[in-house]
């Protein structure tokens, strides 16, 4: 078939050739004849064929059919030296039009879906995603455990994908990061009887970013609403995927797991005395490059809390908003800084989502720094110190609780408490030699979950050796961590006793994870 | 509580009002600067333009270091206040240029997508290849570089930046001898 239309073609060509050629002769004699002698074959057909073809000259390669260097070209030559015919000097032309009409087109058709492509929102930096964890986790812990459960176990610690993007200068970011891990299945904290599986989400973190007048940033530069890890010291604002540790510290979590309940002394049972995520509108910039803060105030109820809004109604549930937080960070250089961070407000038992919080006031005041030496840039060394208030009948999420009242309302009957917590951390990246891209780490933290009590400590050692496969923070990080930790807890306080070998918090553990990120 | 509020946002507001642009480089080493420098023309006119003292700013496109040399590949982005002093992708391509520089540069600083910013003085034109491609690049030879490690996004997006607070990391290096 195609031979069938290149011939017509060829022949179609030749024709219009053919009758321009004549008309050019009759109209100018002189110059045809001209044409004639020097470069009769080469001039008229060539014109001729353009014209009908219409090819823009700007785009694709240089043309096939332009005269080369020296004006003739090889089947110019060969036409004038008679060893080919005229027909077949118009077919190699002919042909030599086609194709690059065809390479035309198809540059045009590139072109097109290049213009198309350009426009796309995950090209144009507005809309992105990333795998920001993907963790697989070998742990072993050495205390008893009941009945069909293991002290080892095979999990995915994280599988988080983050969406973000950026529309303009005035919102310069939207984020979201999901949890495939877990959707939160969570109780609820009712006012007695039973809890029920009330909430779940699959997000962990949303929110927009607004930079309401560009002048202002950085000193004023975001205006930032929706939840995220809140900005209180530094292991909470690090994200999963970029932590130096597998294990959470003590001030996001201890207690519970299998481990002893909560008690009237306030000590046992699972205590988040810093939420990692919250729902908050705050304000962030900062000053000569070198203090920075955050202005905002927070739901104080965990992330779970979205779940139980009513979107007919309206009415949230509890803790919502209650609390306002600040937080100054004064950077000696680019890296290390000190920062002083206050949280106040109110807390509930009843309805809440965030475990071993009661009833009445509730404060944070905590200290952080973080030291990174430019002549040893592989060794890094920071710490926390954090200590606050709980109001009365803290309770454990999903165990009912009505108020301050100590035994008559449920709850841990407990009397307010002050609770303390610190940690140190140091690090060693080798950056070259036999120990290239490994990392050692050694950190120890203390938490006395009420400060009135003696022999209520949880303290713990980490030492941690860590394999980077690649290791270009923020965007990548590939790595197998090993962590072994020697735990101790010292009890509950006066008058009850602990049962260290069923305690988790109480038996050394250690844990083997392979993580992935990529962004 | 109120008053306390109150207090802190007067006082955010005065240092706002009162702070300084905050700046890289040295005084000392900004001198003689010229402030007016017309990036595109120079890049148009390299031969015949004599040499100058400039500023400029861009994202590290490739680099390479040969003993106490490095030359650095950076495609132009102009430098802006705010959001965030730096240079800033204005989403255009303006065109490349040269640094070398004439020191050691730590490697994580050389990173493709690396902002960077510039004090030296504008040379002819060199052939350097680039992604096996031999072309001429204006050159600047470098007395002090300044390195942001964003890997490709903008200076503004820290530290409030992924899923976390990641400090952006920068450094600035001087040859111990300036550039003739």
């Not at chain 1, 891209?437 to 120890?444: D, H, P, T």
């Not at chain 1, 010292?490 to 006793?497: C, K, M, N, Y």
């Not at chain 2, 730590?106 to 072309?135: C, F, W, Y």
Request: hydrophobic residues 35%; neutral net charge; glycine residues 10%.
């Amino acid at each position: 078939m195609r031979g069938l239309y290149g011939t017509a073609y060829t022949a179609q060509v030749t024709l219009v050739a053919l009758c321009i050629a004549a008309i050019v002769l009759v109209q100018q004699p002189s110059l045809a004849q001209e044409a004639s002698t020097s470069r009769k074959p080469s001039s008229d057909p060539i014109v001729t064929t353009q014209q009908t073809d219409s090819v823009p000259e700007k785009q694709g390669p240089s043309s096939a059919i332009q005269t080369p260097p020296g004006g003739i070209s090889l089947e110019d030559l060969l036409l004038q030296k008679g060893t080919i015919t005229k027909d077949e000097w118009l077919r190699i032309r002919t042909e030599q039009e086609y194709r690059t009409a065809d390479q035309t087109r198809r540059l045009d058709n590139l072109e097109e879906w290049k213009n198309r492509t350009e426009v796309l929102p995950i090209l144009r930096d507005k809309v992105n995603f990333g795998l920001n964890a993907l963790q697989f986790l070998y742990g072993h812990v050495n205390a008893n455990v009941p009945e069909g459960r293991s002290q080892d176990s095979l999990s995915i610690r994280r599988a988080e994908m983050v969406f973000w993007g950026k529309l303009s200068d005035y919102l310069p970011r939207w984020h979201m990061l999901m949890e495939f891990q877990s959707t939160s299945l969570t109780n609820n904290t009712p006012l007695s009887g039973a809890s029920s599986p009330t909430v779940a989400t699959f997000f962990r973190e949303a929110y927009i970013d607004v930079r309401p007048v560009q002048a202002w940033a950085p000193n004023l530069n975001i205006i930032r609403m929706g939840i995220f890890r809140m900005p209180f010291g530094i292991f909470t604002e690090t994200s999963g995927g970029l932590r130096d540790i597998i294990s959470s510290p003590y001030l996001n979590g201890v207690g519970g797991g299998g481990g002893p309940g909560q008690n009237r002394n306030g000590t046992g049972g699972a205590i988040e005395f810093i939420q990692e995520r919250d729902y908050f509108v705050d304000v962030r910039g900062k000053i000569m490059n070198r203090l920075e803060y955050v202005v905002g105030i927070m739901n104080n109820n965990n992330f779970q809390a979205n779940g139980i809004v009513s979107n007919t109604s309206g009415i949230g549930g509890a803790n919502q908003p209650k609390a306002i937080y600040t937080r100054l960070r004064l950077f000696g250089d680019d890296v290390s800084f000190i920062s002083f961070t206050m949280i106040q407000g109110t807390s509930n038992n009843a309805g809440t989502f965030i475990n071993g919080r009661g009833k009445g006031h509730f404060d944070r005041y905590g200290i952080d720094f973080r030291y990174n030496p430019k002549f040893l840039p592989g060794f890094m060394v920071y710490g926390e110190y954090w200590q606050g208030h709980d109001g009365s009948n803290a309770t454990t999420v999903g165990t009912a609780a009505n108020g301050a009242c100590l035994d008559t309302c449920g709850g841990s009957g407990a009397p307010g408490a002050q609770r303390r917590t610190w940690y140190v951390l140091a690090k060693y990246l080798f950056t070259e030699g036999p120990l290239e891209n490994f990392e050692s780490v050694y950190m120890y933290e203390e938490f006395d979950p009420n400060t009135r009590m003696s022999n209520d400590l949880y303290t713990r050692h980490i030492v941690g050796l860590t394999y980077y496969f690649e290791n270009f923070p923020p965007k990548m990080q590939s790595k197998i961590q090993f962590n072994y930790e020697f735990r101790h807890h010292s009890g509950l306080g006066p008058d009850i006793a602990l049962n260290a070998a069923t305690d988790p918090f109480a038996q050394n553990a250690f844990f083997l994870q392979w993580q992935l990120r990529y962004m | 509580m109120r008053a306390i509020i109150s207090l802190l946002i007067l006082s955010l507001a005065m240092a706002s009002a009162c702070a300084h642009p905050y700046k890289v480089f040295p005084s000392k080493v900004m001198e003689d600067v010229d402030r007016n420098f017309d990036f595109s023309r120079w890049r148009m006119m390299t031969d015949g333009s004599e040499s100058k003292k400039v500023q400029l700013g861009g994202r590290i496109v490739q680099s390479h270091a040969s003993g106490d040399t490095v030359t650095i590949v950076v495609g132009q982005l102009p430098i802006v206040d705010y959001p965030a002093y730096g240079p800033k992708d204005n989403g255009k391509n303006n065109g490349d240029f040269v640094i070398i520089y004439q020191g050691q540069i730590e490697r994580p600083d050389l990173q493709p997508g690396n902002r960077i910013m510039a004090v030296g003085t504008t040379h002819p034109p060199k052939v350097i290849t680039v992604n096996d491609l031999s072309r001429s690049f204006p050159i600047v030879m470098a007395q002090c570089l300044h390195f942001w490690n964003t890997q490709g996004r903008d200076i503004a997006d820290f530290p409030f930046y992924e899923a976390g607070y990641v400090t952006l990391r920068q450094e600035t290096v001087c040859v111990s001898t300036p550039t003739p």
